[in-house]
């Protein structure tokens, strides 16, 4: 571990890009483009809303998609960043991410099948407008669910890296403690959350999250502007011992 290859400062630099993207496509998409066009609690102006602004609510479609491929590349660039310090783990940090943006897809086919609700094919005229705009909001609703479901993958993936991103010393302790600590919260709070839907009201929904959210965020801006560091060597052998000058001893290090 305590050489860096040049794949390992690529994916660096490639995990910090991709890491941000994340962060921007979501934000725009969730909260600029599609969140404005949800009425709470009354689906018939959230559906007038959609089919005036269809649009917008395509282009939302799309950073769904957009940030599902993104999180493939991230998680593709973590695998070969971490991957020297423990294979098996950062396999598994890798496909519990992987799960996540494949949830963050059902979102995106949620959101593609109320605007089918909302159109204007003949075969939906069987049912009242009424009806169709309280199915066209409950395939939104659904976006709530998958993201739930999916948070504790989320959640265990980047406890999983953060413990990774310690053990290697690649990036500051301080920053990996406070990983580790701010993602198993979240998978705390996720399980408890699904096991009681009004946790929220004790523990605001931002809060189980936004701790880990910042830490990613925090890794994406050192691993683009600071990349990653070797570890700590080993100290060297106390006085009066003898020193291992055998050409086998040295070996490992380089396997």
């Known amino acids: 571990m305590n050489t860096i290859d040049n794949s390992q400062r690529t994916a660096a630099k490639i995990a910090g890009v991709t890491g941000l993207l994340a962060v921007a496509i979501v934000v725009f998409g969730n909260y600029v483009l599609l969140s404005p066009l949800i009425v709470p609690r009354d689906a018939a102006e959230t559906a007038r809303n ?9 282009v939302a479609l799309i950073c769904f998609l957009l940030y599902s491929a993104n999180v493939v590349v991230l998680l593709a660039a973590l695998y070969v960043i971490l991957k020297p310090v423990d294979r098996i783990l950062a396999l598994i940090g890798a496909l519990f991410r992987l799960v996540f943006a494949v949830l963050w897809l059902l979102a995106t086919l949620n959101l593609l099948g109320s605007l089918r609700l909302l159109g204007t094919v003949p075969y939906l005229q069987v049912f009242q407008p009424d009806h169709l705009q309280a199915l066209a909001r409950l395939q939104i609703a659904a976006n709530f669910d998958d993201y739930y479901i999916g948070l504790p993958f989320f959640g265990l993936a980047a406890t999983i890296c953060a413990y990774l991103w310690l053990k290697s010393g690649y990036i500051p302790k301080t920053l ?65 011992s003898r020193p291992s000058t055998s050409a086998s001893s040295r070996l490992p290090l380089f396997l």
Request: include cysteine; charge should be positive; hydrophobic fraction near 55%.
């Open 176 to 240: 990996a403690v406070f990983g580790v600590i701010s993602s198993g919260w979240c998978v705390v709070c996720a399980f408890i959350f699904l096991v009681f839907p009004n946790f929220n009201k004790v523990v605001n929904d931002y809060w189980f999250d936004s701790p880990m959210a910042l830490f990613e965020l925090a890794v994406s801006v050192w691993l683009l502007f600071k990349g990653i560091g070797a570890s700590t060597p080993s100290k060297p052998n106390r006085v009066g």
């Open 50 to 58: 959609i089919m005036v602004h269809e649009t917008q609510a395509r």
